[in-house]
């Protein structure tokens, strides 16, 4: 499975921003997929998963409830839709498939990684 996030900008505090996670290969609709995230000078973190027919869903404390993460495995695409952002969330977003059902949170524990996409939020 090969991963694309695009969606990246820049975008005043308060705005929104969709990202995408375009993936190749029939077999991304069995796998869980996450995005996370790196802010400058900071490890990666997770940010949401999304189990592989979208019927679950978890999500970091700092951005439940204004972010939002989905899938379309019909047209082999994940999104997060970020609202209210934050200057904090000043980071590079990177998508993953083939997680855990648990442990999710664990980069180390995800198959695949798109590149990532460069989100800034001014205040």
């Known amino acids: 499975v090969q991963l694309q996030a695009s969606g990246g900008g820049l975008v005043q505090a308060g705005g929104s921003l969709r990202l995408s996670c375009a993936a190749s290969?029939?077999?991304?609709?069995?796998?869980?997929m996450a995005w996370f995230r790196q802010a400058p000078g900071k490890d990666r973190v997770f940010v949401a998963r999304?189990?592989?027919?979208?019927?679950?869903?978890s999500y970091a404390d700092s951005v439940r409830g204004r972010f939002t993460i989905s899938r379309d495995n019909a047209k082999n695409t994940g999104y997060l839709q970020m609202n209210s952002l934050r200057p904090e969330d000043t980071a590079v977003y990177y998508c993953?498939?083939?997680?855990?059902?648990?442990?999710?949170?664990?980069?180390?524990?995800?198959?695949?990684w798109g590149q990532g996409t460069l989100v800034t939020v001014s205040s």
């Open positions: 999304i189990n592989s027919d979208g019927t679950s869903t």
């Open positions: 290969g029939r077999s991304f609709r069995s796998y869980s």
């Open positions: 993953a498939a083939q997680g855990r059902s648990d442990r999710f949170q664990d980069q180390f524990l995800w198959g695949y």
